[in-house]
Structure formats: structure tokens, C-alpha cells
């Protein structure tokens, strides 16, 4: 049982997905995608993976640095992503006879070069065969999109380390649109308006937190403030401070400002005749960014449009990587060919 797996190695996260019978898939890992390297004789050793290693980012000693290994959709440490992908595959080889055939999802506007490492590290942590699908195609077949028909549909995968949007008709894209515009990205925004704002610095691990806490991308009534702790640049003293939803927000305006107009040139690229289409069925929206609150909201309202998140936004992408293993002949036209 079990011998096809598809991935999504995401700047913030890595999934995996088991394709079973008759159509049904498991997530089986959801870690985030970070490893803890410790130099050691001029070589970089793995100390920890996945949470574990979470743990210790921006708190490694001398000699010991957690990394993420994709960063805005591209791998930046080889070795790093092939030792977090060889704990994944490890995680789940109980499930294998053999080496797996693996699905790798991959951001749509990657090189060639940046294809190949991904496909490369792959094989190095242990897949026998390997393709690559576009990471948004997977999400709308994920998100239950039906991409084959002639009437356009639309997504928005708004992950860690981009946003990418994609109108389909017939299974071919019509329009699309990359950006580095993900939940890394909001995360800085955060860190650089609370040091310019309130003269606190704050780590990544804390910006995001209070994103997941306190982010919103429209006013919200009775909004609880959120809390968050870090150094004052002044006294240079550990200090906490409150921050109403309403400062998050602006935090994040620019950011939310950027993905709005991203999708707004991507529907001006679509086809006159499709366009149409998506007064009816608007756009779904894939990704971890897709749980900020009031997200679809201020997307229905800037754009004009329908806008609905799709059922575990998180986990679309590779399990629309699993539905393209129970039809080869949709697997055939979305793998990239590296």
C-alpha cells in the first residue's frame, strides 16, 4: 500500500500526503520546514528537524543555526532540504515496500535551476521517481476546482513563501501571476512596523505568532489586543506591549495592498469571454495566508468578487498533488519537465 507520496516543501511548512485507495488521501506530515545544522570539522550536521528545530531558531548557541531551507518559493540549502525531506520520507517509509514515486509541488514561477533542486533534493532524501506539478494547479484541484471544464475558475494560494493566482479553463492556465508576497513576507512587515511604531524588536518566530493571533486584513468590532514580547530598542530591556487589532492591520497593509493588486492584474490578463465566468463562481482561496481574518472579505469587497477560503486551505496543495496520481493523464499535461 502506498507507494506514491506527494509533498509541499512551502517556505514556513512541509506536508505530505499518502495517495490511498479509491481515491483517498492521508495528510500524513504537517511540520514546519526548518532544520537546526551544528558545524562540526567543517561540515554542517544535522541536529534537529520539523518542531524540534523550530524550538531553536533565533535561540541556536555558537556554532548551531536553524535555518529554513525554501525561502519565497526557492531552495536556498540543498543540504538542509534534503535532510528535512529524508525525515519526512523517513516518517512515513512504514507505509513503503520500496522506494516512493513522489509528486513535488513547486511554486509556478520557478527556474528551471530552481525545479531541478527541488527534484534533486527529492531523489538525495530518497524518492525513486520524481515529478514536479505547479503548486497552484495542485491547490485548485485540492480546493475541488473543476479546472478541466470550459467555464474559468480561479485560485489564490497564498502561502509562506509566495502568492500565486491562476485562472483555468479546459486544464490550461489562462492567466496567472507569482509573487513573493506570502505569510514571510507579513511576518517582516510586522517586525519592521513594531520597530518603527513602538521601538521593539521582535523575531520571526513572535511576528508570526502575533500575526496568527491578532492578524486581520479588515477592521474588526471587539477585537481583543494582542500581546507581544521582545527587546526595546531605547533600554535595550526585555519589554511586552498590547497592540490593538487596528495596529496589526496597518501593519499589514502593505503587504494586503500588494496581493490585492496582484490579483486584480492577473483578472486583467483573463480572456474577455472567461472573464465573465467569474462574476458566478469568483475565486477560492489555497494556502495558510487564506486563515487571516477578514481576508475574503476585503478581497470581495476591493475586487468586486466572490471569495470563499477552501476547506484546510493549508493542506489543498498537496492533496490536489494526490489527485493527480489517480489520473495520469492530467498528471502527464501538469508535470514540468526538468
Known sequence: MGRKLALDLGATRVRAALAGRGGRSEVMVDEPAVVALERHAGRDQVVATGADALEMLGRTSEGVRAVHPVREGRVEDFAAAEALLREVLGSTSARFSRKPQVAVCVPAGATEVEQRSFSESARAAGAKDVTLVPAVAAAALGAGLPILEPKATMVVDLGGGTTEAAVFALGGVVAS???????????????????????????????????RQGGCAVPMKRAKPARIRGRDVSSGMPTEVALQAEEVRAALVPV?????????????????ELAGDLLDHGLVLCGGVARLRGLERLLRDRLGLPCVAA??????????????FDHPELLDRLSLSV
Open 177 to 211: 501571476s507569482a509573487s513573493p508576497l506570502g505569510g514571510d513576507r507579513m511576518d517582516a512587515s510586522l517586525a519592521a512596523w513594531l520597530l518603527e511604531h513602538r521601538g521593539l524588536q521582535v523575531g520571526e518566530r513572535s511576528a508570526e505568532a502575533l500575526k
Open 256 to 272: 494586503l495592498d500588494a496581493i490585492v493588486a496582484q490579483i486584480a492584474d492577473t483578472l486583467a490578463q483573463t480572456p474577455p
Open 311 to 324: 476547506e484546510a486551505p493549508e493542506h489543498a496543495a498537496v492533496l490536489g498533488a494526490v489527485i493527480c
